[in-house]
């Protein structure tokens, strides 16, 4: 077990990069002037970061944005110009998640950040096994109290959909057969690599079924994974680890020691750890990866790959359910607010408003963790 450094003088602290949104734990010392729950222009890039909640969470909201977007598009006609504004809020949350992604892929690819509490070993068992024997729709929609997986069933003419086992899906381009054979990081890297991927294609975009096929399943399936293979340690929920603020002193909550230990043992073994080539991917449209892709690959055969007992807390539940739906509505009031009308700017202000403060209250209340991202406090925690 790895010994407290009593010298060490800096300090846990959750940061927000302005840049990307996303948010990161790392370790600070005070002379550096970052402070717990602070914003920054742009993460430093000799820092070691630590990925927990909320930080594949916060790129969830982006997901469904979209998504909820794409189920409001469905109102208009094709030729209503409010159309085109829609479009606005997909193109802005599909920006957001492409500079999200890039940033996880890139800073875990130079190992500046590291999945806290996560069995890397374990987390490539998962994926394999949901590529070649996959997972149930019904477990992964349940388990994210979503309806992602069996939508995608229904439209392809499904009406019961574990009739369509869910199989992580490579875009063309990626020699399957090469990355099995990577150690754990690398593959790792490459299904994030994967996934950015599907987020810049433009034609998983002209519809809501190409996006939640393409894309949105694909994330889900790394939370799912990312879920399974982590110590509920580092899920945050711990009431003791509630109002992470600057103002609070965080350093003997259960979940900021266990990052100080993390972390701490991630820096002694850095010089350890071998830094592999990524595959060279070319640009290519998405085709179906199925198991004759992976003749002679061998995915583990155990019962917790098959069933994984994988149970969120009810915050980090209703973050995904409420969430989505209310940055929809605040992405939607800010589009009316670039319109000339006062009277339509003073009641899209009216909307921002009272959105965020449900958002409060819904975290002063429980339902929602408190370090939850409030859409109309973006640079708040």
């Known amino acids: 077990m ?27 010392h005070p002379e550096r002037g970052i402070r717990n729950a602070d914003t920054v222009p742009d993460i430093p890039s000799d820092l070691i970061l630590g990925i927990a909640y909320p930080c594949l969470e916060d790129g969830l909201n982006d997901f469904a944005v979209i998504r909820t977007t794409f189920e409001t598009l469905d109102l208009f006609a094709e030729d209503d110009p409010l159309r085109a504004e ?32 996560t069995d890397y070993e374990e987390f490539k068992a998962y994926v394999v096994n949901m590529i070649k024997r996959g997972q ?16 995608v069933a229904e439209a392809e003419g499904y009406s019961d959909p574990n009739d369509l086992p869910y199989q992580y899906e490579f875009n063309a381009g990626i020699d399957l057969q090469e990355i099995m054979n990577y150690p754990p990081r690398p593959f790792i890297v490459t299904l994030l690599q994967d996934v950015l991927q599907s987020v810049r294609d433009d034609s998983n975009y002209r519809r809501k079924y190409l996006f939640d096929r393409n894309v949105f399943q694909k994330f889900i399936a790394v939370m799912f994974v990312n879920y399974a293979t982590t110590d509920p340690m580092f899920y945050g929920i711990n009431r003791h680890d509630y109002g992470v603020s600057g103002d609070k002193d965080m350093d003997d ?42 003749e002679g ?82 640079d708040t925690h």
């Not at 802005?92 to 190992?111: F, Y």
């Not at 830094?275 to 179906?288: E, S």
């Open 2 to 28: 790895a010994t407290m450094n009593t010298d060490d003088q800096r300090r846990v602290v959750l940061i927000k990069s302005l840049r990307t949104k996303n948010r990161f734990y790392t370790m600070a």
């Open 86 to 117: 829609m479009m606005e809020i997909v193109e802005d949350a599909r920006g957001n998640l492409t500079r999200r992604l890039e940033e996880l892929r890139e800073r875990i690819d130079a190992q500046k950040a590291f999945f806290l509490g």
């Open 136 to 151: 149930q729709r019904r477990t992964l929609d349940s388990m994210m109290k979503l309806d992602v997986f069996s939508s």
């Open 253 to 294: 909550t259960p979940l900021y020691v266990a990052i100080r230990k993390e972390l701490t043992e991630i820096e002694k073994q850095q010089g350890a750890v071998p830094v592999l080539p990524l595959p060279q991917v070319a640009p290519a449209p998405q085709i179906p990866v199925r198991v004759g892709w992976l």
């Open 297 to 378: 690959v061998e995915a583990p055969e155990t019962d917790q790959l098959q069933h994984p007992g994988v149970n969120l807390p009810n915050e980090l539940v209703h973050e995904e359910i409420l969430l989505g739906p209310i940055m929809s509505l605040c992405a939607a009031a800010q589009i009316l607010q670039k319109k000339q009308d006062p009277e339509t700017q003073r009641m899209a202000r009216l909307v921002l408003a009272e959105a965020g403060k449900l958002v409060d209250e819904l975290k002063r209340i429980g339902i929602l963790s408190p370090i939850a991202n409030n859409p109309v406090r973006q």
